[in-house]
């Protein structure tokens, strides 16, 4: 059966439905696509490719490839989107990247790359188009579990152990540019405990602790001081600038009264 006996079939029996599920979540899917690339906050870019992503999860489950598009959902929106936010959370969302060419011809190097990358899937579109059709009934014959597996380890083996080995490369490249070597010797306690006394002007000690002597240990409270006052360094300076300490919680009356022998 010739490729474009097997498009006219396809037609035939494709549904209205599914038609217009492949018309009306193709287009999202590309508006997503094009909103990754163009977006200008990096958060709003992986919101794109999180729909983009669970669009094709549905395409997957339409074509009755329920557990690739279960796959999509859990490996590629839920790990690598968590993945992909922490990022954003470490390196700071306003961080721009630098136009500079630290490696030299870097920039040749990628079109290259990307032309190579368009003619090789050219010529895998080309090949799959030409090529007569199994058909999903067949591939899913013993399920689609197993079929997916059959193919992963028999047919693109090789290709499945170069991903691997890509995927390991690029994490343990991640943590070398992300290791920060240290020039300088650890200090250590003793050595930084020295340095806080011998600077003096403050508290070497740790500060009191909020909610000390007080009614409430909320951390808005301030200490109170054997004498009864308030210790204003038990309670952070942001609070005590935006007026949200909580000094007014606890009156003269509420304040336990201090004996020799401890509280009262």
Excluded at 123 to 132: L, P, R, S
Excluded at 235 to 259: C, F, I, N, W
């Amino acid at each position: 059966m010739t490729t474009v006996n097997l498009a006219a079939e396809a037609i035939v029996r494709t549904s209205t439905g599914e038609a217009v599920a492949f018309w009306v979540l193709g287009a999202l899917a590309l508006v997503g696509a094009v909103g990754v690339v163009l977006a200008v906050n990096a958060v709003y870019s992986a919101m794109f490719l999180a729909m983009t992503m669970i669009i094709l999860a549905v395409f997957y489950m339409i074509q009755d490839a329920l557990f690739l598009g279960v796959v999509q959902v859990v490996v590629y929106t839920g790990a690598v989107m968590m993945l992909f936010l922490f990022v954003l959370m470490l390196i700071g969302v306003d961080s721009a990247e630098s136009l500079k060419e630290t490696l030299r011809g870097q920039r040749l190097a990628a079109m290259l790359a990307g032309v190579g990358f368009g003619i090789l899937l050219i010529a895998a579109i080309g090949n799959a188009a030409t090529g007569n059709f199994v058909g999903l009934t067949t591939a899913n014959a013993n399920g689609n579990v197993e079929g997916l597996a059959a193919l992963i380890f028999s047919r693109y083996v090789w290709a499945f152990e170069l991903t691997s080995a890509l995927l390991i490369t690029a994490a343990i490249g991640a943590m070398v540019l992300a290791h920060r070597e240290r020039f300088e010797r650890r200090k250590t306690q003793r050595e930084l405990s020295q340095e806080r006394f011998r600077a003096g002007g403050g508290h070497p000690t740790p500060l009191p602790g909020p909610g000390v002597y007080a009614r409430h240990n909320a951390v808005d409270v301030a200490a109170l001081l054997p004498d009864g006052s308030y210790s204003e360094l038990s309670v952070s300076p942001m609070l005590r600038a935006r007026g949200a300490d909580g000094k007014q919680t606890s009156s003269p009356a509420e304040r336990p009264s201090l004996s020799k022998g401890g509280t009262s």
